[in-house]
């Protein structure tokens, strides 16, 4: 059964302090690994997809870098606005074509 | 144009009603979802459909009825719903139902069952 494991669940950042979110997992081949933003109430909003070790992707203030047991999602210089519930969810060969496993989530608060 | 859209926003149902949740996108794409989503938790997966057929359900009562009247519109009609099922509903569509693709999510709505 594919698994992934996000940390910190929470994490306080001033504004333009850079730092790093983890999503570790393991699953059965790797078809994509995904990052999305969460507001409060609304739906998951997609940042990137990451098929390969070795990968890299980036958006702005936010970078996302995947090894064959664990993703990065760092964080430039932070502004308020990044304030979000950042998901990390993976797709294995082992199920369904559909199927994705979220991890939980981390909490993001970035202070003025 | 990468938009799911909800509707309602936000609905407020007792145990005897019977009501529907619809969802649309005009991206082209040919595999739409169901997902349901309580406070704090990550989205769980409800039902898939491509191309118009429902290929999954993850073992949802049956007090919640998916349909999908063509390929740009997903609605899940619900009836006799328990105080639990209360949770954030997102609808989501990919390109295919070939895998590897990222979903896109629609803003939800918000089902308070009473």
């Known amino acids: 059964e594919d698994q992934v494991t996000q940390s910190p669940e929470a994490l306080r950042l001033q504004e333009g302090e850079s730092s790093s979110l983890n999503c570790s997992y393991t699953?059965?081949?790797?078809?994509?690994l995904f990052w999305y933003r969460q507001d409060p109430g609304k739906g998951p909003e997609f940042l990137f997809t990451?098929?390969?070790a070795g990968e890299e992707k980036e958006k702005e203030r936010l970078k996302a870098t995947l090894t064959k047991k664990e993703s990065f999602l760092h964080i430039t210089a932070p502004k308020p606005e990044d304030s979000a519930t950042y998901l990390c969810?993976?797709?294995?060969?082992?199920?369904?074509?559909?199927?994705?496993?979220f991890g939980k989530g981390t909490l993001l608060t970035v202070n003025p | 144009d990468t938009e799911v859209t909800q509707t309602p926003k936000h609905l407020v149902m007792g145990m005897t009603n019977k009501k529907s949740l619809k969802c649309e996108q005009h991206?082209?794409?040919?595999?739409m979802y169901w997902y349901k989503q309580k406070a704090k938790k990550p989205p769980e997966l409800m039902f898939v459909?491509?191309?118009?057929?429902?290929?999954i359900n993850e073992s949802v009562p049956s007090r919640f009825s998916p349909e999908c009247p063509n390929s740009s519109l997903l609605n899940l009609h619900l009836h006799a719903l328990q105080p639990e099922d209360s949770a954030l509903y997102l609808c989501?569509?990919?390109?295919?139902?070939?895998?590897?693709?990222?979903?896109?999510f629609g803003p939800g709505t918000r089902l308070t069952v009473l």
């Open positions: 991206m082209g794409h040919r595999a």
């Open positions: 699953v059965s081949g790797l078809r994509g």
């Open positions: 989501a569509s990919s390109p295919t139902s070939a895998g590897q693709q990222a979903l896109y």
């Open positions: 990451l098929y390969s």
């Open positions: 459909y491509s191309y118009e057929k429902l290929s």
């Open positions: 969810a993976v797709q294995g060969s082992g199920g369904s074509n559909y199927k994705l496993t």
